[in-house]
Each structure stands twice: as C-alpha cells, then as structure tokens.
C-alpha cells in the first residue's frame, strides 16, 4: 500500500463520466453563452486528443490510436496556437453569465490552455528530463485495451510504430543538460520498452491478419526496438558520461518554477509558500496532539515500563505497540468487504451526507495483471466507458513471506485500516466519485482537479473522527495523526526539497523521526520527490481548503449550518479546484445550511 496516494490520484484524475447534465435556463443571453460554451468545450476536447493522442487513449478515446506525435519545433509551434486559439475562444464568452458547472469548466479549460503553453515554454522538461521519452504507455494501452478487436488494434500499432524512429530522434535532438536522475530513469524506463515491444509481438502471432499484414508490422517492431536501442545507448553513452553531479543541471527545479507548477497543477487560493508555512505549524501541533494521546495510554499498553524521555521516541514506542493489533494475513479482504456497510451506517445514523443506497461499491481481490505493488485502492471506469463498475481493489498477500506480511500488516493495522477505508472508499473517494458522476461534464472528467480529489479523501478522514467514528478511542486518533502526519510531512518535503535545498540526509529525518515512518518508505518518497514536483502537495493543499471552507460557511451560517448539506453541495460542483467550487458556494446563500 505504500503507493496508494501516488495511484489512486493518477486512477482519479482519469474517471467520472460523460454527456452535459440540463443546464438551468434563465435569461436569454445566459441561454446563448451557455450554448455557445457548450460548443466551444467540445470542440476544445476534439483540439486536445488530436493533439495528444496518447492521453486520449489513456482515456478511452481511440480516435488517434494511429497516430505518434513526434515533439519536434513543429508540434510545439502546433500546440501554442491551439492555446492561443482556444484562449481567444474563451475570452469572448462572459464566463460570469454561465451556470455554475459551466463556469468551473471555464476555468478548467483556461488553466489547462495556460498550463501547456507554460510547460512548452517555460517549464521545457523536454529539454532535461529524458523519461519524457518514452512509447510504453501509448502503445500499452491499445494493446491491453479490449475496446475493438485485436487485428484493428494491431493495424492501429503497426502504423504507429512507423514513427518510433522519428519520436526518438526529436528525443536526441531536444536534450539538453539534462539532470542526472531523470536520464538514469530514462535509460530503466526505456529499457522497458523493450518488453513492451515483445509483447506486441506475441499479440500478433495470435491475431487473425494476413501473413503479409504480420510480416510488416513484424518488420516494424524490429525497427522500432532498434530506435529504443539506439536511445537507450545514446543516453548511456553519450550523455550520461558528460554529466557531472557539481556541474549538472539539478533535479531541484527552484521557487520560481515550483511555485508556477503549484499554481497550474494545484490550483489554489494560496501560494505554494503559505501550504508549506501551514504545513510545518500543523506537523508540530501533530506531534504534540500525539504525545498527549500517548501518555493517555501509556499506562494501559504499556504498565509498568519507563517512558522515554525523548517525547517523538515515546510516540514511536506507542505506534509500534497499537500495530501489533491486526487482521489475519489470510482475512484482509474479509476485513475490508465487512467495513463498508459499517462506514455506509455510521454516515446514515450521524446523518453527516446522503449515500445512494443502489451503487454499492464492489470490494475484490486485485486483477492479477494490476497485482505490481501491494495495496488497496478504488479503481474507477474512464470518461467513455461510465456503464464499467467502480471497484475497490485489495491484493491478496499471498506471495508474501511471512516477515513481509506482517510488516505490511503491521502497517496497515486495525486502526490505520479503517482510515484506509474511509480515504478510499467511503465517504472518501468512492463517494465523491459518485456525486461527482450527477454533475458531469466531460471536461472535469478529463480535467478533473487532483488537489480537490485528494483533499476531500484526507477531509473525510479527519471529519468521520470528528464526528464519534471509532467512539473517540486514542489509540485510533494516534494513527489517524500518523497518517495525516504523511500529507503533512509530503508538503514540507517537496517544497523544501526544490526551494529550500534541503538535504538527503534531512529529508529522511523529517521522515523517519519526525512521521515514524520506516526506512524503506522514507527512501522511496526520497526518490519520488526528486523525479516529481508539486504532486505531493495535492494532499495536505485539497485537505486544508476544505476544512477551511466549512470554517468559513460554519461561521457564516452560525446555527443554521448543517454539515450533511455543506458536504452534498460542495461535492455538487464535481471535481473542480477547491478555489472555483469556494467563490461558487460564497455566493450561494444556501451553501451550508437552510436559507436566511
Ligand atoms: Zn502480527
Ligand atoms: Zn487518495
């Protein structure tokens, strides 16, 4: 489980469903611009597959499954003017006179117009990030899809292997100065084009095309593995050897480009600075709130022993003592599939949100195709395919040595399951997933905002807690800190990280000391940290202005605030920025309660 956050948020990004939901009409020129948008927002959607085929059958649209796009000076040129184009588009639509949902699709569309050209003109990871090359994923997703039959995917991958060559060379050409870890990520990624390129070979012997058809798509892979070689070596051989780790370009991309890259990826109300102050006031605030809950219970957990004198240390202790409470390596699934009538009945009886009685969530064990990592995690059906069921997946332990399991089981104990439970399924995720589904648009299906979808799975956690679940037992506040301590921690790590040159050495005893985290997971977030920016942000930055929000509604309403309906409206505007859905209900006088 230790890359749910990372997954779920790329699964999440990428679900929700289609078709325009009836639009309130009032007057007739809100009419005429809602229409007007209407249109403008389908043609933009056709504009962005065209132009990057490769999300588009990510997302279930193979309209473009042929086509390779080659980043050369030309298709960069392309996509600035389909940002200009569609940003003059916008500008001649009065986005106040839209409805609510279209107006967060407004915003939603400019953000992401801005946020491209700023990546093509001002971020250019393609000049020094050379996993940005990379064809597995694009040709992965037409092979393992099931959408039409094999022999018309493997028509569409034969042609579109005919511009690996091309794809590879525009690589060569763009790099410059390059960081050191992203060209080591590179050379392993790209070695595992490789397998993807075999596999797309064994497909074709078992598809029904003519031995001809066979034999030149044949003829294409083998060209088409030589251009991977050919990177791979060029990567290995001649940039590599050149990079010098005082004399490279690092992979701390600095304030200026950090806080641009929160402001499009993010979309807040604050700069990225002010999460990271809040951040670091809350991890204190945490791990004082943890040590009061570790005295409660140090007498009863632990008799007779001292406590530490070292206050994080007695944590630690604590922590490492609760963990030994856990289900069976054989009855996590079990666990999981009895806690959610549990969750669904606490939510009823508290009347905290309306839970839609015929879309249960289907609990399974994980695909064996998906079993890469252990975890558990919702896995929801694309923007063009909303009939699919919505899952929650656990893999099964069952490859796993005993010392393994239940270090994982350890980890993800009796209490830290339930919040699991609560971040994945309901009222987190899952939940979210479903209103989210009842105003729809297909633009906040493909753009949907991250942070929102994030923050409001952390803001379910903390709320349920709030509200009695778990009878208010210390032991299941302590992990409920834990966890929260990791969005927290995330935070402050990224943003010190690229901004504030914060060593190796003290990213993991921020970690490991400061969040109890184990070794191994402090070293992968390490890792992930300095192949990513902004992303672990999403978390604690969602969470934060939605609890601010319900603060601000709460005191505005006084008495007359009624939490069960501040959750269904605010969940009402689908998954756009915290910040839009914020001025929307500011402005509504029924946001949080009845009306004055
Ligand atoms: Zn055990
Ligand atoms: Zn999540």
């Not at 390059?178 to 070979?201: R, Y």
């Not at 074709?204 to 060209?223: F, M, Q, R, V, Y």
């Not at 997946?393 to 069952?398: A, E, F, I, K, Q």
């Not at 490991?512 to 390490?526: H, L, N, P, R």
């Amino acid at each position: 489980m230790k890359s749910i956050y990372y997954t779920t948020f790329m699964i999440l990004t990428v679900l929700l469903s289609g078709c325009n939901s009836g639009e309130k009409k009032t007057t007739d020129s809100t009419n005429n611009d809602n229409e007007k948008f209407a249109k403008l927002s389908e043609q933009f959607i056709e504009a962005l597959w065209k132009l990057n085929p490769g999300w588009a059958s990510s997302q279930g649209y193979h309209k473009y499954d042929s086509v390779l796009v080659v980043n050369d000076e030309g298709h960069r040129k392309e996509e600035i003017a389909f940002c200009e184009r569609f940003s003059d588009s916008l500008k001649k639509i009065d986005q106040k006179s839209l409805s609510p949902n279209n107006q967060t699709d407004y915003f939603l569309i400019e953000n992401q117009l801005n946020s491209a050209k700023w990546y093509t003109t001002t971020f250019k990871s393609w000049e020094w990030n050379p996993s940005d090359y990379n064809i597995s994923s694009q040709f992965d997703n037409i092979l393992e899809g099931t959408y039409a039959p094999l022999d018309e995917r493997m028509k569409n991958i034969g042609i579109k292997l005919l511009k690996v060559d091309a794809y590879y060379k525009a690589g060569m050409a763009n790099i410059k100065n390059p960081t050191i870890v992203h060209t080591n990520l590179g050379i392993k990624q790209n070695k595992g084009a490789i397998s993807v390129l075999e596999s797309i070979e064994d497909s074709l012997t078992k598809c029904g095309l003519k031995s001809e058809e066979k034999d030149a798509i044949k003829k294409n892979i083998a060209a088409a593995k030589k251009s991977v070689n050919s990177y791979v070596d060029f990567l290995e051989k001649d940039v590599l050897p050149k990079l010098d780790e005082k004399t490279a370009r690092s992979f701390r991309i600095g304030k200026d480009l950090f806080e641009a890259k929160f402001k499009y990826d993010i979309v807040s109300q604050y700069p990225a600075e002010e999460i990271y102050k809040r951040a670091l006031q809350r991890k204190g605030e945490i791990q004082h709130e943890m040590m009061k809950l570790t005295r409660q219970l140090w007498n009863e957990q632990m008799g007779k022993e001292a406590m530490p004198v070292d206050s994080l240390q007695a944590v630690r202790k604590m922590i490492d003592k609760l963990s030994l409470k856990h289900v069976h390596r054989d009855s996590l699934l079990t666990a999981i599939k009895k806690q959610m009538p549990e969750l669904t009945d606490f939510i009823n009886k508290k009347n905290l949100i309306y839970l839609d009685p015929k879309k249960p969530l289907v609990v399974r064990e994980t695909p064996v195709y998906q079993q890469g990592v252990a975890g558990a995690g919702i896995d929801a059906p694309g923007p063009y395919d909303k009939e699919a069921n919505t899952y929650y997946n656990v893999t099964p332990l069952t490859n796993y040595t005993a010392e393994k399991a239940e270090s994982y089981l350890r980890e993800y104990n009796w209490y830290l399951m339930q919040i699991l439970n609560i971040h994945e399924a309901i009222p987190g995720h899952y939940t979210q997933l479903i209103y989210s589904n009842q105003s729809p648009s297909l633009v906040k299906s493909i753009l949907g905002n991250g942070a929102m979808v994030e923050g409001w799975a952390v803001y379910s956690e903390r709320m349920m807690l709030e509200e009695g679940y778990g009878n208010n037992d210390p032991a299941m506040w302590l992990f409920y800190y834990k966890w929260h301590l990791r969005s927290v921690c995330n935070t402050i790590l990224d943003y010190s990280i690229h901004t504030l040159n914060m060593s190796k050495e003290d990213a993991l005893h921020l970690l490991i000391d400061e969040a109890f985290q184990q070794k191994a997971e402090a070293e992968e977030k390490y890792n992930r940290v300095s192949l990513t920016q902004v992303q672990l942000c999403s978390y604690f930055t969602g969470f934060t202005e939605i609890y601010d929000l319900r603060n601000e509604i709460r005191k505005k309403e006084g008495d007359k605030f009624n939490l069960k309906k501040f959750h269904e409206k605010f969940l009402s505007y689908g998954s756009a920025p915290v910040k839009y859905i914020r001025e929307l209900m500011l402005k509504d006088e029924t946001a949080g309660g009845e009306k004055k």
